[in-house]
């Protein structure tokens, strides 16, 4: 694609020599660059990118954008300036992957908690009638059916996600959106067909600079529907009615808020996993959820309404959500030979938390045990509520390590004990040694709950010889197994 094709509406006064050059590929990472590539430097977080310029030269690049005026840099291939490096990056690469619009439908999840399991959810109806869906997430991408090995972020920057969505033959695509991504332009370009928020709750203060930064930015992507495109809100708290109060005037799509009361799509929880969906037509639809907790009753009232406003039949919709499997890492079940239960699950805020931990109960623990620690780096302000809810609604817990990152594993020792306000609690450093000591001090009736890194792998190495939660659970499992057959 010539260059000044795919500058235009970017940037207006082009030489004209440079409009003719031959770009034949994009890209923000000099280790990257080829013959003929456009490189776009970024000023990043961690690195800025106009450093790489020269790299990028030798690499073979045929031309530059950057958003400083001066690099300093005598060049003989066209540098263009821009105001922010990451917008351009998402035009450009709309452009040059998607130059005529996506025709399929484009579904984008945010919110705090639970844009997996909705997406997840969603996919499996939609699928279950019969059609393709990509899927484009934390857990993993599935594209065309096949599944991609998971990217470094929830949403991918806008050149993947752009190759992505050219890629795609799906009918549909769901994605979720971080608020990262939001502010970062990752998904700018797309027009989304139908867009959902879940909830909003105390994360991500490390990047936004508080709350209300959070949620503005969230909100964000209600901008990005088309014209007569669905808004799916869950109103179950402030933020979600404050979304939906914002959209209920906007004629140009049409919003469909979820809730307990006053919603147009309500849900009534019984015992258990019993619930029932109640259109505002008068229409019941009791069901009884394959998966526990009332927090994933309000994923699948979203993913119910979502496949609504596509035009799929309540009942079709409510028999796919009966056959839905879960998601990996996300409340995980496995009963020990002693009677105990152990969960892994992927909570890492106090409203997650409370859900978990509630829903362990609800089942019928008679005593629940909490093991968590902190991600390094993220936000260091949520730390003290989630101990002080696990204090409150669990018997026992125990704070151990989660991924450092870059923070040492002595400062988060201290951290570790000096949140540690209570007599309920323990601190084991070791993430292994802690699931070993719940497992071998458990009863029938405990419900341990191991909660922060569902699936993923351990970045650090422990004393036993596992890499993730599900295999020291299998491990100590194993253990107990040993023992009881030992001791007759
Ligand atoms: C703080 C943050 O959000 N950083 C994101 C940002 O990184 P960055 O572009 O600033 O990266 P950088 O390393 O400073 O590099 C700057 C530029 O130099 C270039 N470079 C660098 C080295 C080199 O040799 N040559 C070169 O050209 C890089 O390609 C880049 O263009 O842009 C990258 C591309 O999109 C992201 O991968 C990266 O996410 C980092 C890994 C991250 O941890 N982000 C988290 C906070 C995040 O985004 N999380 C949300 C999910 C939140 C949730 O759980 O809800 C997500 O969507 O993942
Ligand atoms: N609707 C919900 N409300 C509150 N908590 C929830 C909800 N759904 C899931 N959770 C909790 O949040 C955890 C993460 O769920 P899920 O992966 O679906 O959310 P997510 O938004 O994709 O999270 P992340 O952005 O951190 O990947 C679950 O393991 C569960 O503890």
Redesign the pocket.
Known sequence: MKLNQLLEGIMNELPAEAGLINIKGITNDSREVAEGYLFVAISGYKVDGHDYIESAIKAGAAAIIGEKDETGINMDIPYIRVADGRRALAELARKFYNPHKDKKTIIGIT????????SFMLKHILEQAGSTCALF??VYNIINGEIEESTVN?TMDALAMQKALHKSKDEYVIM?V?SHALSQYRVEGIEYDITVF??L?HDHLDYHKNMEDYFLTKAKLFEKLKPGGNAIV?IGDQWGSRLAGMLADEDRINLYTIGKVNADLCIRTGSRNEMELIEDSGLRLPIVLPIMGK??G??AALAYQAARTLGLNPNEIIDALKSFIG?P???EVQKLPNGATFVI?????G??FS??LNTAREMGAERVIHIFGFRGDRDKSKRKNMVDISMLLSDFYILTLDDLDSESKEEMANILHNLNASKKGVVILDRTKAIEYACRHSNAGDWILI?GK?DEKYHLSYALPTSSDKETVEYVVGEQELRVMANG
């Open positions: 919110g705090t908690n639970g844009k997996t399991t909705t997430g934390s929830t979720e971080s879940t909830n709750d869950h927090h994933n309000q994923n998601v890492g996300r409340f699950d992927y909570a890492h805020t409203e997650a859900h978990c909660t569902g």
